[in-house]
């Protein structure tokens, strides 16, 4: 059974462009979360998705950053104009439902921004 | 709103022997559930235990155990018999039950010395 797969793993971009994050859940689960971590600091919610439903996005910046879980497919993050202050490692988790606590994490997304 | 505090920002421990890392939390909520999570070099998050605020038996898997002291809100890990590969930065982590997201502490850093 494979994991919380996330790709790409390293992603470069030059200030102004677009990141597009991709998060494929473990098999049979249907909530995903996605969190950032800024270096050398712990990890900080941003958004949390069912399939087509946006549940919680309290920790989503206002603006340029947005997320989707669409019917078929898998979870995107999308970053428009990226600054560089947008560099960090996202990480993507899901579980089989919110009343199951326990959250599984994919190999995270290290974007650089030059 | 839920808080986690981890103060020691590094921790290091001779090879065999026994190192605690400290943690606190806060939240408003009677039914949580509390984490320790383990990332390496290679920024892997992964469980390495948990705590069900309801039960009072503290968590053990193998070499870990936790200090759960709830109405001090404190949730200490406890690494037994320390390998060079525990090397890595330990997150301990709070989620409430009616909610969605994990809130982390800012890590610890942990070196084993041979």
């Known amino acids: 059974n494979a994991g919380v797969m996330q790709n790409p793993r390293h992603l470069v971009r030059r200030r102004g462009q677009e990141a597009r994050l991709r998060c494929s859940p473990m098999k049979g689960h249907s909530h995903v979360y996605w969190y950032r971590q800024l270096p050398e600091e712990g990890l900080k919610f941003m958004v949390y998705?069912?399939?087509?439903?946006?549940?919680?996005e309290s920790g989503m910046p206002k603006e340029r950053f947005s997320a989707e879980f669409p019917k078929e497919g898998p979870s995107i993050l999308r970053i428009q104009q990226v600054v560089r202050g947008d560099s960090a490692a996202y990480f993507c988790?899901?579980?089989?439902?919110?009343?199951?606590?326990?959250?599984?994490f994919g190999p995270g997304t290290r974007l650089t921004v030059l | 709103a839920q808080t986690v505090t981890q103060s020691q920002p590094e921790m290091s421990v001779q090879e065999a022997e026994t190192v605690t890392l400290s943690c606190t939390y806060d939240t408003s909520e009677s039914d949580y559930y509390l984490f320790w999570y383990k990332q390496p070099p290679s920024r892997q998050m992964i469980l390495v235990i948990r705590?069900?605020?309801?039960?009072?038996q503290n968590a053990t898997e193998n070499r870990f155990s936790v200090n759960f002291q709830k109405a001090a809100k404190s949730f200490s890990l406890k690494i037994s018999d320390s390998q060079l590969g525990d090397a890595a930065m330990y997150f301990c982590a709070c989620k409430e039950t009616s909610g969605s997201r994990l809130t982390f502490g800012e890590g610890t850093q942990l070196t084993v010395n041979p």
């Open positions: 998705l069912q399939k087509e439903n946006i549940i919680d």
């Open positions: 988790a899901s579980s089989p439902g919110q009343t199951q606590h326990e959250q599984f």
């Open positions: 705590q069900e605020a309801y039960k009072q």
